[in-house]
């Protein structure tokens, strides 16, 4: 296997400095051409990834399938293979690419999840405020749906990037793209409370640290943690449907479009590269409007 894992060792740290993505990203890659190199070297038999042809790669998709992977993981892969392979023949390295007019499979459109205000509000009421985590947690929680950040950009936060006077918290997205975010009451006044006691209590005698949400023990909160505390909230605000960070982020998003916020604004505040990310929330509002429609209208 050492004659494949360097060329991916090589990729993974050209896609590191050049694109600036992030570890969970760098990670994902590499256990997809981990898989992809296990493949074709061991079970297909080939010296090196200059003998691989279009039906090696077919075969490798084909296993993924039989092992049950979804058509999202399995265009995932593709995706990950066909960079590789062009960075492979840019450098040099192969002298063809086997990924040319290589089709990634069609991908059911799944709207994501979206909270209802009064779910919302049971979720942000559920921490045990008498407590500096639970304190902590509102926090977290409102700064979430009041941004639509991502879990990987509120867990990277530091104190400094909070704004309570001026109104805004400044977010560093993927690639490390910086963005500004305002911020309502509710998330202001939450952070604020968190930052004037609870945050005080949970640092202690441990070593300072910047970051804006710690643990018990001081440290920063890691995605893990954040994770498990939120599934924690929601089964207590009893919320039936699976809940995950970016469950706040596809809410706030839809709330906004269904309020009027303007597409462009959106999607600035989400961070995202290309508008048409951001149009799924659109279709998400009309289909919570064909449902309020079919179930209130006497006529549905």
Known sequence: MTIFMD??????????????????????????????AENISEEQQLASFDAVRREHILYHLQRL??????????ARHI?????????????????????????????????????SIEEIDALIDAPDRSKPQGIRDTAMLELLYGSGMRIS?????????????????????KGGKERIVPLGRGALQAVGKYLERARYELQGKYPKTEALFISQRGKRLTRQACWKLLKQHAQKANIKQTMTPHVLRHSFATHLIENGADLRAVQEMLGHADIATTQ???????????????QFHPRA
Not at 153 to 173: A, K, Q
Not at 280 to 294: A, D, F, G, N, P
């Open 7 to 36: 060329p991916i060792e090589d990729y993974l740290h050209f896609i590191r400095v050049e694109r600036q993505l992030a570890d969970n990203t760098l990670a994902s890659y590499k256990r997809d051409l981990v898989a992809y």
């Open 65 to 74: 399938r039989e092992q049950g992977k979804t058509a999202r993981t399995v």
């Open 280 to 294: 799924i929330y659109t279709h998400i509002s009309k289909t919570r409007l064909s449902e309020v429609y079919k």
């Open 153 to 173: 950009e509120l867990i990277g936060l530091n104190i400094e990037d909070i704004h309570l006077t001026m109104g805004f918290v400044r977010v560093f997205g």
């Open 79 to 115: 995706s990950s293979i066909r960079s590789f392979h062009q960075f492979l023949l840019r450098e040099k390295i192969a002298t063809t690419d086997p990924t040319v007019h290589l089709e990634i499979p069609k991908q059911e459109n799944k709207l994501p999840h979206v909270l």
